[in-house]
Nanobody
Framework: EVQLVESGGGLVQPGGSLRLSCTAS????????IGWFRQAPGKEREGVSY????????AYANSVKGRFTISSDSAKNTVYLQMNSLKPEDSAVYYC?????RGQGTLVTVSS
C-alpha cells in the first residue's frame, strides 16, 4: 500500500520560509514522479510543483516559480518543498501526491 506523509507546515510571517517534507512508503520511490498541490478555503486545488525522481526533472506553477524549490532524497524516500519569500496567498493545505494517492496534508499559514 502506497502511503504519503507530509510534514513541516506551520505559521510563518510574510517573507519567511518553510520546508515541507513528503515521505513515501510502499512504492519503488525512484520510479515515480511526486507532486505538491495546495488548496485554500473556497479555492480550487492548485498544482504547485512536481519532480520526477529518476532524473530530478521538475516543474513549478508560475505563482511559485523562483520562490519554491522541490528536491528529493532517495535514501529517505522523501521529497521536499523549500518555500521562500512566502506570501499570504501561499496559505493553504499542502498535499503531496503520486499515482492517485495523496497524503493527509499539512497546513501552511502565512500571516503577520
Amino acid at each position: 500500500e502506497v502511503q504519503l506523509v507530509e510534514s513541516g507546515g506551520g505559521l510563518v510571517q510574510p517573507g519567511g520560509s518553510l520546508r515541507l517534507s513528503c515521505t513515501a512508503s510502499g512504492l519503488a520511490f525512484n520510479s515515480y514522479a511526486i507532486g505538491w498541490f495546495r488548496q485554500a478555503p473556497g479555492k480550487e486545488r492548485e498544482g504547485v510543483s512536481y519532480i520526477k525522481i529518476s532524473d530530478n526533472t521538475s516543474a513549478y506553477a508560475n505563482s511559485v516559480k523562483g520562490r519554491f524549490t522541490i528536491s528529493s532524497d532517495s535514501a529517505k524516500n522523501t521529497v521536499y518543498l523549500q518555500m521562500n519569500s512566502l506570501k499570504p496567498e501561499d496559505s493553504a493545505v499542502y498535499y503531496c501526491a503520486t499515482n492517485g494517492v495523496r497524503g493527509q496534508g499539512t497546513l501552511v499559514t502565512v500571516s503577520s
